[in-house]
């Protein structure tokens, strides 16, 4: 049984400027065999064009789904390059991995890790969180005083 592998290219978009050829559907045709023809040097043959959908970005969160057309060539595997058929062979079991019946010390990083996080209401609330009990010192804002203490003073 014959073996093959496939290449698949992206078709041309849009024609270059050939000289002597007019007309963007002659220059597109040049263009295609232009392709063809180099990929058949190399011993691939054209099977077919697929358009296929391509889903990408589009800005921060959204996604758009575009159709990209793709050339399919192929060529015969060599009976040197075909794969070999996978041959089962029964493997030893593995001798079970030695436990330390001692945890490891927990720290800050793997304290934060085991705490569960909620992200909609249908899961629960959220785990409250307490403000620091006093600012450092010298990083509170300055105190003005109020606007009723201005009006008092004049």
Request: glycine share 6%; charged share 20%; aromatic share 6%.
């Amino acid at each position: 049984m014959a073996r093959y592998e496939y290449k698949v290219v992206p078709a041309p978009r849009k024609p270059g400027k050939i000289k002597g050829v007019k007309g963007t559907d002659n220059r597109f045709a040049h263009e295609l065999s232009a392709l063809m023809n180099e990929y058949g040097a190399d011993g691939w043959e054209y099977q077919r064009t697929d358009t296929l959908p391509c889903e990408e970005r589009s800005g921060l969160t959204g996604r758009t789904t575009t159709f990209q057309n793709m050339l399919v060539f192929r060529r015969a595997l060599d009976e040197g390059h075909a794969p070999q058929a996978v041959v089962e062979t029964a493997v030893a079991a593995a001798p079970e991995p030695i436990t330390d019946p001692t945890p490891a010390p927990m720290t800050p990083a793997t304290e934060r890790a085991t705490i569960p996080t909620f992200r909609s209401a249908a899961m629960g609330a959220a785990p409250a969180v307490s403000a620091p009990s006093r600012a450092a010192e010298g990083s509170a804002p300055a105190v003005t005083p109020t606007r009723a203490q201005d009006i008092a003073a004049q």
